[in-house]
């Protein structure tokens, strides 16, 4: 156990940063580079406190507790400090939040907020990039960037693509593909984990602009239907449309990472395209009802409701069975069942049918 | 390679050297020594071959090595800390007491079973402040004394592999190691069980391209690892989690080069030299207006007043001395009350500047301040690695700042916002190039406030630099008429005749400064206010 002050007050803790022990124990700082499930970068310079006996103020996210350490979390050097780094963050930011996709969910905007800064006292330069919307699912407003480097962390550190880095130095230094391309031409697969953990409006969902602030929508974690992985995650719905999928950071299957079909592939949810009823071969039910049938949006299709459709399916499989034997059947089936639907899907081939000819889409 | 064998190299080579002899080239900076210098790191560049090991051990090389590998490594880190050595890569810390961390960190770890090394030794050759080639001087000129020093260190600290980090824009360096290397490994020198001991190191050699802040030993370990170089908070400190993790030792080059001297001619011999706290030479790259510009190396202590006048032969073309900027673009720029000040770690930080790693910058009179602190903060900003706020958004603010007080268009606000700029920018930035950025500013502004003020209140830049804030004006009281600005001027707007005093067409001047340079009666004045040819365009 390390015994330290923090504020004045005596706090053991076993071990870790100032910002863990901090948090640990109530006291909240500030931080605008840190993510939980990042590795610390003392980058931004907002959770600095004074640690007595340092010449220069420390990070908490990265300084390690020790033993009869005196922390100020909040002293008025420390505080000056971290208004005169949001001062010159706002002063190289487009103070635009009314048309900003993550106002209300920016900790930028929230810290400005909270420390009161109004104007900033410097003139300067801003960047001036165009906002670049030439790739596919993510939109990157690189003037909104504030150079935390989150994005490039998760790329490396969850991802493992590594598909951006930070290019140039000083003032011109800029979050980039090699060679400054677009996404789509370099190694990014749209994870879209870098917008995940983009703590502004630098990076956001291309498909999700416009249709709801966080204030507007409602977040139901549930299940990714895709592939057999189970990847959780947020839907967030306003007035009952699905407008955006966000990471889940507190769950076990895949602690907020995303695939690009688990994060952007929501649209099919409310398309008219979806399939809501069984379909038949107009052939088939011509054979089966003698009549026409109800015609479909399907050329050579009638639509039919699901005891109809069973039933069809069910006599085919068992003339097929008779006629040529059960391994005359062989059935594949979906990852975007559940465990339970593919336990009864073997149990469907191996006991009714008599076949072992089944296997699964996520084995491939 | 025995200790017997090794003297029969040095016997051979010295007869040979002494036939063969090398002298210093004519046309190099580095100059024979001049009366004042003590040459401890430099005694061997110019006069060996640096591409024959051999003339390296006639000068007694490799000795000290021996000697150190039979003493205990606790040993060998008590006499570096005796010697009193302080890095001369910037900070100033002690080498035995960065290897004694280094040691302390290999000890408490379990020793790696995958066949990596322990810990490292990295020499630091990055060498990026503008105007400095101190380093570039010992690695081009006496590279195995870098090697022994590395070696004398890795032994020390535990380390068994060493990288020297030099940049691309030192080919002469980087060849004459990639031949010192393998000369060195052929003689068993580095390599495995040294000297017949139990002590195995080698060395490689890494390129950097030219980053300023690769040079700041977090980022310089970052850019080993094959990334970009970015400063890396501090704790953890490399002596305990450095290259790949593994506890490392950063050392500069003059540093480690300064070793093998201390083991050859003990610590006494090396404490005997400089000040209380800052002991042995330090080498200098003078540059600016100073008559004899180059690489010296002097004792501790010694005054910026000898350097510049009795080393550097005084100011250029008689003018005034007004400061001197030592550290490189983080340091101080020091005026005149400080010439008498003893040059060593405490003074010049007292001063406000930095040893830095030993650039030399004299300024004179026709030196404007606020010019040479916009000179430098260009710099910083440009080199900036761009990762925490206050450096890479502060310094551009600061340089705007100056860049608008040297086009006439500083306002009384600036000058406020200048010192909140410096005071925040030196506290909450990650690394010593943004707390340092601001040195510049901070001590011209404390030791220059009038010209600041002249160029912020009158538009009046006082030494003559800032375009658009003077004129030119011919003295009637001391001009003789000589028509020496006449002739020099390039536009022909000079009047006066012979041995009558001249005159400046005022409104067809453009301000070029040829006649006050061509006068040398000193009749030519520097008064504020622009020409109508000289006048900046309006700001918007
Ligand atoms: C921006 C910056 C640039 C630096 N550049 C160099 C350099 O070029 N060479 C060097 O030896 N040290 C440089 N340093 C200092 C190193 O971080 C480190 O302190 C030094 O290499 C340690 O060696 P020493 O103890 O022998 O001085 C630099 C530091 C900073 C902050
Ligand atoms: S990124 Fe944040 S601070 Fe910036 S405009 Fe958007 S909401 Fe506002
Ligand atoms: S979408 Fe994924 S792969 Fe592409 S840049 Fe972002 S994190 Fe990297
Ligand atoms: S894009 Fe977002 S996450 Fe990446 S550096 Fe900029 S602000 Fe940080
Ligand atoms: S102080 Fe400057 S160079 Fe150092 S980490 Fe910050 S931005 Fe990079
Ligand atoms: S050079 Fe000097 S002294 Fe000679 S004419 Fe010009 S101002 Fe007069
Ligand atoms: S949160 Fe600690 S420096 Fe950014």
């Given at each position: 156990?390390?015994?330290?002050?923090?504020?004045?007050?005596?706090?053991?803790?076993?071990?870790?940063?100032?910002?863990?022990?901090?948090?640990?124990?109530?006291?909240?700082?500030?931080?605008?580079?840190?993510?939980?499930?990042?590795?610390?970068?003392?980058?931004?310079?907002?959770?600095?406190?004074?640690?007595?006996?340092?010449?220069?103020?420390?990070?908490?996210?990265?300084?390690?507790?020790?033993?009869?350490?005196?922390?100020?979390?909040?002293?008025?050097?420390?505080?000056?400090?971290?208004?005169?780094?949001?001062?010159?963050?706002?002063?190289?930011?487009?103070?635009?939040?009314?048309?900003?996709?993550?106002?209300?969910?920016?900790?930028?905007?929230?810290?400005?907020?909270?420390?009161?800064?109004?104007?900033t006292?410097?003139?300067?330069?801003?960047?001036?990039?165009?906002?670049?919307?030439?790739?596919?699912?993510?939109?990157?407003?690189?003037?909104?960037?504030?150079?935390?480097?989150?994005?490039?962390?998760?790329?490396?550190?969850?991802?493992?693509?590594?598909?951006?880095?930070?290019?140039?130095?000083?003032?011109?230094?800029?979050?980039?593909?090699?060679?400054?391309?677009?996404?789509?031409?370099?190694?990014?697969?749209?994870?879209?984990q870098?917008?995940?953990?983009?703590?502004?409006?630098?990076?956001?969902?291309?498909?999700?602009?416009?249709?709801?602030?966080?204030?507007?929508?409602?977040?139901?974690?549930?299940?990714?239907?895709?592939?057999?992985?189970?990847?959780?995650?947020?839907?967030?719905?306003?007035?009952?449309?699905?407008?955006?999928?966000?990471?889940?950071?507190?769950?076990?299957?895949?602690?907020?990472?995303?695939?690009?079909?688990?994060?952007?592939?929501?649209?099919?949810?409310?398309?008219p395209?979806?399939?809501t009823?069984?379909?038949?071969?107009?052939?088939?039910?011509?054979?089966?009802?003698?009549?026409?049938?109800?015609?479909?949006?399907?050329?050579?299709?009638?639509?039919?409701?699901?005891?109809?459709?069973?039933?069809?399916?069910?006599?085919?499989?068992?003339?097929?069975k008779?006629?040529?034997?059960?391994?005359?059947?062989?059935?594949?089936?979906?990852?975007?069942?559940?465990?339970?639907?593919?336990?009864?899907?073997?149990?469907?081939?191996r006991?009714?049918?008599?076949?072992?000819?089944?296997?699964?889409?996520?084995?491939? | 390679?025995?200790?017997?064998?090794?003297?029969?190299?040095?016997?051979?080579?010295?007869?040979?050297?002494?036939?063969?002899?090398?002298?210093?080239?004519?046309?190099?900076?580095?100059?024979?020594?001049?009366?004042?210098?003590?040459?401890?790191?430099?005694?061997?560049?110019?006069?060996?071959?640096?591409?024959?090991?051999?003339?390296?051990?006639?000068?007694?090389?490799?000795?000290?090595?021996?000697?150190?590998?039979?003493?205990?490594?606790?040993?060998?880190?008590?006499?570096?800390?005796?010697?009193?050595?302080?890095?001369?890569?910037?900070?100033?810390?002690?080498?035995?007491?960065?290897?004694f961390?280094?040691?302390?960190?290999?000890a408490?770890?379990?020793?790696?079973?995958?066949?990596?090394?322990?810990?490292?030794?990295?020499?630091?050759?990055?060498?990026?402040?503008?105007?400095?080639?101190m380093?570039?001087?010992?690695?081009?000129?006496?590279?195995?004394?870098?090697?022994?020093?590395?070696?004398?260190?890795?032994?020390?600290?535990?380390?068994?592999?060493?990288?020297?980090?030099v940049?691309?824009?030192?080919?002469?360096?980087?060849?004459?190691?990639?031949?010192?290397?393998?000369?060195?490994?052929?003689?068993?020198?580095?390599?495995?069980?040294?000297?017949?001991k139990?002590?195995?190191?080698?060395?490689?050699?890494?390129?950097?391209?030219?980053?300023?802040?690769?040079?700041?030993?977090?980022?310089?370990?970052?850019?080993?690892?094959?990334?970009?170089?970015?400063?890396?908070?501090?704790?953890?400190?490399?002596?305990?989690?450095?290259?790949?993790?593994?506890?490392?030792?950063?050392?500069?080059?003059?540093t480690?080069?300064?070793?093998?001297?201390?083991?050859?001619?003990?610590?006494d011999?090396?404490?005997?030299?400089?000040?209380e706290k800052?002991?042995?030479?330090?080498?200098?790259?003078?540059?600016?207006?100073?008559?004899?510009?180059?690489?010296?190396?002097?004792?501790?202590?010694?005054?910026?007043?000898?350097?510049?006048?009795?080393?550097?032969?005084?100011?250029?073309?008689?003018?005034?001395?007004?400061?001197?900027?030592?550290?490189?673009?983080?340091?101080?720029?020091?005026?005149?009350?400080?010439?008498?000040?003893?040059?060593?770690?405490?003074?010049?930080?007292?001063?406000?500047?930095?040893?830095?790693?030993?650039?030399?910058i004299?300024?004179?009179?026709?030196?404007?301040?606020?010019?040479?602190?916009?000179?430098?903060?260009?710099?910083?900003?440009?080199?900036?690695?761009?990762?925490?706020?206050?450096?890479?958004?502060?310094?551009?603010?600061?340089?705007?700042?100056?860049?608008?007080?040297?086009?006439?268009?500083?306002?009384?606000?600036?000058?406020?916002?200048?010192?909140?700029?410096?005071?925040?920018?030196?506290?909450?930035?990650?690394?010593?190039?943004?707390?340092?950025?601001?040195n510049?500013?901070?001590?011209?502004?404390?030791?220059?406030?009038?010209?600041?003020e002249?160029?912020?209140?009158?538009?009046?830049?006082p030494?003559?630099?800032?375009?658009?804030?003077?004129?030119?004006?011919?003295?009637?009281?001391?001009?003789?008429?000589?028509?020496?600005?006449?002739?020099?001027?390039?536009?022909?707007?000079?009047?006066?005749?012979?041995?009558?005093?001249?005159?400046?067409?005022?409104?067809n001047c453009?301000?070029?400064?040829?006649?006050?340079?061509?006068?040398?009666?000193?009749?030519?004045?520097?008064?504020?206010?622009?020409?109508?040819?000289?006048?900046?365009?309006?700001?918007?």
């Amino acid at each position: 156990m390390t015994t330290l002050t923090i504020n004045g007050k005596m706090i053991e803790a076993p071990g870790g940063t100032i910002l863990e022990v901090s948090q640990a124990n109530g006291i909240r700082i500030p931080t605008l580079c840190h993510h939980p499930a990042l590795a610390p970068k003392g980058a931004c310079r907002v959770c600095l406190v004074e640690v007595k006996g340092s010449r220069v103020l420390q990070p908490a996210c990265t300084f390690p507790i020790s033993e009869g350490m005196e922390v100020q979390t909040e002293s008025p050097k420390v505080r000056a400090a971290r208004k005169f780094v949001l001062e010159l963050l706002l002063s190289d930011h487009p103070k635009d939040c009314m048309t900003c996709e993550m106002c209300g969910n920016c900790e930028l905007q929230d810290l400005i907020y909270e420390y009161g800064v109004k104007e900033t006292p410097f003139v300067g330069e801003q960047h001036e990039y165009p906002l670049d919307d030439r790739d596919p699912f993510i939109i990157r407003d690189m003037e909104k960037c504030i150079r935390c480097r989150r994005c490039i962390r998760a790329c490396d550190e969850i991802q493992a693509v590594n598909a951006i880095t930070m290019i140039n130095r000083g003032f011109r230094s800029k979050v980039a593909t090699s060679f400054d391309t677009r996404l789509q031409d370099s190694n990014c697969v749209f994870c879209g984990q870098c917008i995940s953990v983009c703590p502004t409006g630098a990076l956001t969902e291309k498909d999700s602009h416009g249709l709801g602030r966080a204030w507007q929508t409602t977040k139901v974690t549930t299940t990714c239907p895709y592939c057999g992985v189970g990847c959780n995650f947020d839907l967030n719905v306003r007035d009952g449309k699905v407008v955006k999928v966000t990471s889940h950071w507190n769950n076990p299957v895949n602690k907020g990472a995303l695939c690009v079909k688990g994060r952007f592939g929501w649209q099919f949810l409310h398309s008219p395209d979806r399939l809501t009823k069984p379909l038949m071969k107009s052939s088939l039910w011509k054979e089966r009802k003698g009549t026409e049938g109800a015609p479909s949006r399907y050329e050579g299709f009638v639509e039919t409701d699901w005891e109809t459709a069973l039933d069809a399916v069910a006599e085919g499989l068992l003339t097929a069975k008779s006629e040529d034997g059960p391994d005359a059947v062989g059935i594949l089936a979906s990852a975007k069942c559940t465990n339970e639907e593919n336990y009864l899907i073997q149990k469907l081939a191996r006991r009714e049918i008599g076949t072992n000819n089944v296997d699964h889409c996520a084995r491939l | 390679m025995t200790l017997k064998e090794l003297e029969r190299i040095r016997a051979k080579a010295q007869k040979e050297l002494a036939v063969r002899g090398v002298e210093i080239p004519p046309d190099s900076e580095l100059k024979p020594p001049r009366p004042g210098e003590v040459r401890v790191v430099l005694r061997n560049c110019g006069l060996i071959d640096p591409e024959r090991i051999e003339d390296y051990i006639a000068k007694d090389g490799y000795f000290a090595l021996y000697k150190v590998l039979n003493m205990a490594p606790e040993q060998v880190i008590d006499e570096a800390k005796r010697s009193g050595l302080r890095g001369r890569g910037g900070a100033g810390f002690p080498p035995g007491q960065k290897w004694f961390f280094a040691r302390q960190a290999v000890a408490a770890r379990p020793a790696p079973t995958d066949g990596t090394p322990p810990a490292y030794l990295i020499c630091n050759g990055d060498e990026g402040d503008p105007g400095a080639f101190m380093d570039r001087a010992v690695l081009e000129g006496d590279p195995n004394s870098v090697l022994e020093g590395m070696a004398i260190a890795a032994y020390a600290m535990g380390a068994t592999q060493g990288y020297i980090y030099v940049r691309a824009e030192y080919p002469v360096a980087v060849e004459h190691l990639r031949t010192a290397i393998p000369q060195a490994r052929r003689l068993g020198l580095l390599g495995k069980n040294i000297f017949g001991k139990d002590f195995d190191f080698d060395v490689d050699i890494r390129i950097g391209a030219g980053a300023f802040v690769c040079g700041e030993e977090t980022a310089l370990i970052d850019s080993i690892e094959g990334r970009r170089g970015e400063p890396r908070p501090r704790p953890p400190f490399p002596a305990v989690s450095g290259l790949w993790g593994k506890p490392t030792s950063v050392n500069n080059v003059e540093t480690l080069a300064n070793v093998p001297q201390i083991f050859l001619n003990g610590a006494d011999w090396f404490a005997a030299m400089g000040t209380e706290k800052s002991k042995g030479t330090k080498t200098f790259a003078i540059a600016g207006k100073v008559k004899n510009a180059g690489l010296i190396e002097v004792p501790m202590g010694i005054t910026m007043r000898e350097i510049i006048y009795d080393i550097g032969g005084g100011i250029l073309n008689k003018k005034k001395f007004k400061a001197a900027q030592t550290g490189g673009p983080l340091g101080g720029c020091l005026p005149a009350k400080y010439l008498d000040t003893p040059i060593d770690f405490e003074s010049l930080a007292a001063a406000g500047s930095l040893m830095g790693s030993g650039g030399l910058i004299v300024l004179d009179e026709n030196d404007c301040m606020v010019d040479v602190a916009r000179f430098f903060m260009d710099f910083t900003q440009d080199e900036s690695c761009g990762k925490c706020p206050p450096c890479c958004l502060g310094t551009k603010r600061l340089l705007e700042i100056l860049t608008r007080m040297t086009q006439a268009a500083g306002t009384a606000e600036d000058m406020q916002t200048l010192e909140y700029l410096t005071q925040n920018i030196a506290t909450a930035s990650l690394c010593a190039l943004g707390q340092g950025s601001v040195n510049p500013v901070v001590t011209t502004m404390r030791h220059f406030r009038d010209e600041y003020e002249a160029h912020v209140n009158e538009k009046f830049c006082p030494s003559g630099v800032c375009k658009g804030m003077f004129h030119y004006e011919i003295l009637a009281d001391v001009c003789n008429g000589c028509g020496a600005c006449r002739k020099k001027c390039p536009d022909k707007v000079i009047k006066g005749d012979k041995k009558v005093v001249h005159e400046i067409d005022l409104p067809n001047c453009i301000v070029c400064g040829d006649c006050y340079k061509a006068c040398k009666f000193e009749a030519i004045a520097i008064r504020p206010g622009p020409t109508p040819k000289s006048r900046l365009p309006e700001r918007r």
